[in-house]
């Protein structure tokens, strides 16, 4: 980031962080929890023990980090090094992220510049000549309904097949996804083989067709709509009908087992959710904290009550209306607090802080001095 382009979202952020504290969720036992950070022109900072909010608010205010991470893990010593930390717990967590979704809505939003210079460019840069470049996906209401389609078919999953009806909290990720805590005492207790395993059957990833009523011998006992977990849901969204039962009954017979596991396999992406495993089996993880600005739009990790009403463009908006001048080569128009703003083919332009924020954290557009 450019001098004025950081020292543009520190101002951004200390402002938001003094005047809006209360938006910072305080995790329950802080002084066991990892935190980490880091600034615009660093690395990223760990193993950090704070005791209380007002060691964080000092934290924000004096660093004014550009990214904010804690543990879903408490620990008894959460400053040593990983190996040493002594590991208690680890609330279970979720990402699903719209750039893991196939959309075929991306390459319309998703926008390519120089690195160095932000020009907008696919090739070498025909400014500074630069061959480095960028990509950056632009505000897209369809990415996050379908981001948010994922979450609400992984609560009903959480809730139904494991009993999981208490303590989900879901989280806009401040950029193009979300994130869903599980707030559980039992399953915080989960190690990383048994997460794995969680994550498979989440995803609906590894499924034997045994599950799904099929054996090697051939005889077939196909799931009912009516029966719980992926049975149930296979049954009402492959089989369909009673047609469709009969149908896939005499492909089995006739294709066997083999072809109907390699079917079964190729169902992963469409019947699963779409979550980063990766995420979910780490145990010693941090995790940006809610509340707390996503360095890379300038919006705000916050809570998603309702994921059918949400509109991450208005409620995570955190930054002021106050006008900026910017300098902006954002190809893609987007929509935030209602307004439209852009395509901007590099102008000079006058927007409120929240829109400039986004685009200079995006690479998209600069403050001008
Ligand atoms: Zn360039
Ligand atoms: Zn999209």
């Known amino acids: 980031m450019r001098p004025p382009d950081a020292s543009f979202i520190r101002r951004c952020?200390?402002?938001?962080?003094?005047?809006?504290f209360d938006m910072i969720e305080l995790p329950s036992d802080m002084p066991k929890r990892e935190f980490g950070f880091r600034r615009a022109d660093s690395g990223m900072v760990r193993h950090l023990q704070l005791h209380d909010s007002a060691d964080l608010r000092v934290l924000l205010?004096?660093?004014?980090?550009?990214?904010?991470y804690v543990s879903n893990a408490r620990y008894l010593l959460p400053s040593q090094?990983?190996?040493?930390?002594?590991?208690?717990?680890?609330?279970?967590?979720?990402?699903?992220?719209a750039k893991d979704l196939d959309l075929e809505c991306?390459?319309?939003?998703?926008?390519?510049?120089?690195?160095?210079?932000?020009h907008g460019t696919s090739g070498p840069c025909e400014?500074?000549?630069?061959?480095?470049?960028r990509k950056t996906s632009v505000a897209c209401p369809s990415c996050?309904?379908?981001?948010?389609?994922?979450?609400?078919?992984?609560?009903?999953?959480?809730?139904?097949?494991?009993?999981?009806?208490?303590?989900?909290?879901?989280?806009?990720?401040?950029?193009?996804?979300?994130?869903?805590?599980?707030?559980?005492?039992?399953?915080?207790?989960?190690?990383?083989?048994e997460r794995v395993e969680l994550a498979d059957y989440v995803a609906f990833r590894g499924m034997l067709p045994e599950r799904l009523g099929v054996a090697r011998d051939g005889a077939s006992s196909l799931p009912r709509p009516s029966e719980g977990g992926w049975r149930g849901r296979f049954a009402r969204e492959v089989l369909g009908s009673k047609a469709g039962r009969s149908r896939t009954a005499r492909e089995i017979s006739s294709g066997g087992y083999d072809a109907f596991a390699r079917r079964v396999e190729g169902m992963t992406s469409g019947l699963g959710v779409r979550i980063d495993p990766g995420v979910t089996m780490d145990v010693h993880r941090i995790f940006r904290m809610p509340g707390t600005v996503n360095g890379k739009s300038g919006m705000a990790k916050v809570p998603c009550a309702d994921l059918k009403r949400f509109d991450p463009y208005v409620s995570a908006v955190v930054f002021s209306d106050e006008p900026v001048h910017i300098r902006a080569s954002c190809p893609v128009s987007f929509r935030m607090m209602k307004r439209r703003f852009g395509p901007y083919a590099n102008e000079y332009v006058r927007v409120p802080a929240y829109a400039a924020a986004y685009m200079v954290c995006k690479?998209?557009?600069?403050?001008v001095e």
């Open 127 to 133: 400014r500074c000549g630069h061959r480095g470049i």
């Open 106 to 118: 991306r390459p319309s939003h998703t926008v390519a510049s120089c690195e160095r210079c932000g």
């Open 61 to 68: 205010l004096q660093a004014v980090p550009l990214e904010v």
């Open 363 to 367: 690479g998209l557009a600069h403050v």
């Open 13 to 20: 952020m200390k402002r938001y962080y003094f005047e809006r």
């Open 81 to 97: 090094p990983i190996p040493e930390k002594v590991w208690e717990d680890a609330h279970l967590i979720f990402d699903i992220d």
């Open 144 to 193: 996050m309904r379908a981001a948010g389609d994922q979450a609400d078919r992984l609560l009903d999953i959480l809730a139904d097949d494991l009993g999981v009806r208490e303590g989900v909290r879901v989280y806009f990720s401040g950029n193009e996804g979300f994130h869903v805590h599980v707030h559980d005492e039992q399953l915080a207790r989960l190690g990383a083989a």
